[in-house]
């Protein structure tokens, strides 16, 4: 006897989807965001079909609604990524992440001589491609591309 068994995840009363997370990026949003520590629930779906992007990812976050500074680093790995923010089981706003035109003080320059790494400035870049994600330091002009952006 082949009894079909489904999986239910709650719906959210109150928190943020992070819907179509490009496949293989859920862990690194989860990562950046410092979600490990989060107290509340947190539902991940990972290699999820999706007809506009073949495979996806999602998070679901309850109770959490995230600040302008979390949204960039959402951008900057997943700029496919759309936000969901639910109320009372309601969704109230609904927007595509864009990567910004500059970046301050969460990602860390990949050159070791950069003044920001030897004194310790905050950093700070410009988004010179928003496609491939590529960031210029305004210090000593280096660019980081997406695969080597580490975030502090």
Same mark, same amino acid.
């Given at each position: 006897?082949n009894?079909?068994k ?8 109150n928190g943020?989807?992070?819907d179509?997370?490009?496949e293989?990026?859920?862990?690194n949003?989860?990562?950046?965001l410092?979600l490990?520590?989060f107290?509340?629930?947190i539902?991940? /779906? ?8 073949? *495979? #996806?990812g999602?998070i679901k976050?309850s109770?959490k609604y995230? $600040?302008s500074?979390e ?6 790995v997943?700029?496919t990524?759309?936000l969901?923010?639910?109320k009372d089981f309601?969704i109230?706003?609904k927007k ?5 035109n500059?970046v301050e003080?969460f990602?860390?320059?990949f ?5 920001t790494?030897?004194? /310790?400035?905050g950093t700070?870049f410009?988004v010179?491609? *928003? #496609?491939?994600v ?7 002009e $280096?660019v980081?591309a997406e695969?080597?952006?580490e975030?502090?």
């Amino acid at each position: 006897m082949n009894k079909r068994k489904e999986l239910v995840v709650s719906a959210l009363k109150n928190g943020t989807v992070i819907d179509h997370i490009p496949e293989g990026n859920v862990l690194n949003v989860v990562r950046i965001l410092n979600l490990e520590d989060f107290e509340d629930q947190i539902y991940l /779906g990972a290699n999820l079909d999706s007809k506009k992007y073949g *495979k #996806k990812g999602l998070i679901k976050v309850s109770n959490k609604y995230f $600040k302008s500074n979390e949204i960039n680093k959402i951008a900057l790995v997943a700029p496919t990524a759309t936000l969901i923010e639910i109320k009372d089981f309601q969704i109230t706003s609904k927007k595509q992440v864009s990567v910004p035109n500059k970046v301050e003080g969460f990602v860390k320059c990949f050159n070791p001589n950069c003044v920001t790494n030897v004194e /310790g400035i905050g950093t700070k870049f410009q988004v010179v491609d *928003k #496609k491939d994600v590529k960031l210029k330091c305004y210090y000593c002009e $280096k660019v980081t591309a997406e695969k080597n952006i580490e975030f502090i």
